[in-house]
């Protein structure tokens, strides 16, 4: 593979791995808060068997996709230094923030704080990114 | 006691992504196909990460379930400067004032999230 494509399939890879992790997470959420409030309203019986249908999807499908984005991330520690590439997993917080604040089945609320500690965390990673993260093996 | 289950937690958690690395540059690295990828999964550097890893979620998990999540938020962020500096004392990696800052600014930023 020629340099630039190296580098575009670490690229790949890298975010890959922050937006499953962050998918997976959300899908999870969402999974096991509509499970507690389905076990809530419903007898044990064969149709509430299937009104859990759609929960344990997005729960089990949320574990696949951290799995997933386990392995890429173990494909990105081939390229990159680990002090380079560590910092980037915390855009998973940026992405987990605004799908939760903007998700219809979450809905949780956005405060100012947590806004600007998102924006922290962003201007954190674009410094971390102009390092030199080639990596040293 | 919380505390201290917190901070074997971040340990446990930092250990595993050393491991991590040791695994992909020792065992993934230069390898083709999926077989020899497979295989190096189950290599002691990757097995010890997976059980790391478990550990680490469980006393996370049950640190969660005991402590205030705004009171945990930033224990966990520190998690981000131990991993830089382990890899700069165990793994030699060069790490710039650059990425120190970056690596702060991260660790700050998660902190306020985590606040309601």
């Known amino acids: 593979m020629t340099p630039s494509s190296q580098r575009f399939l670490g690229i790949v890879l890298l975010a890959s791995s922050i937006v499953l ?26 149709t509430a068997l299937s ?19 386990m392995l890429a991330w173990l494909a990105v520690l081939v390229r990159y230094p680990l002090s380079y590439a560590y910092p980037f997993l915390s855009l998973s917080y940026v992405l ?19 806004t600007a ?20 093996i | 006691m919380s505390d201290l289950i917190l901070l074997a937690a971040v340990g446990f958690l930092s250990a ?10 020792r065992r993934l690295h230069g ?13 002691p550097e990757l097995v010890g990460a997976a059980v790391a890893i478990v550990i680490g979620t469980l006393l996370w998990l049950y ?5 205030e999540v705004s009171r945990a938020f930033p224990f966990l962020s520190l998690g981000s400067v131990v991993v830089v500096a382990v890899s700069r004392l165990f793994l030699g990696e060069h790490v710039s004032l650059h990425r120190w800052a970056g690596v702060l600014l991260i660790t700050v930023g998660i902190t306020l999230v985590a606040q309601s």
């Open chain 1, 96 to 114: 987990v923030y605004i799908g939760a604040t903007h998700w219809s089945r979450l809905m949780e609320t956005a405060t100012p704080l947590r």
């Open chain 1, 51 to 69: 009104a859990l249908h759609e929960p344990l999807l997005f729960t089990v499908g949320g574990l696949l996709a951290y799995a997933i984005s």
């Open chain 2, 31 to 43: 390898t083709t196909g999926t077989r020899q990828w497979v295989l190096a999964l189950f290599s």
């Open chain 2, 16 to 25: 595993s992504q050393v491991l991590q690395k040791l695994g992909a540059q």
């Open chain 1, 21 to 46: 992790s962050s998918v997976g997470q959300l899908c999870m959420k969402v999974g096991m808060q509509e499970l507690k409030q389905s076990a809530v309203a419903l007898a044990p019986t064969w």
């Open chain 1, 117 to 136: 500690g998102t924006l922290l965390i962003l201007v954190g990673v674009v410094l971390v990114s102009r390092t030199e993260g080639r990596a040293a």
């Open chain 2, 63 to 67: 640190v969660l379930y005991e402590m």
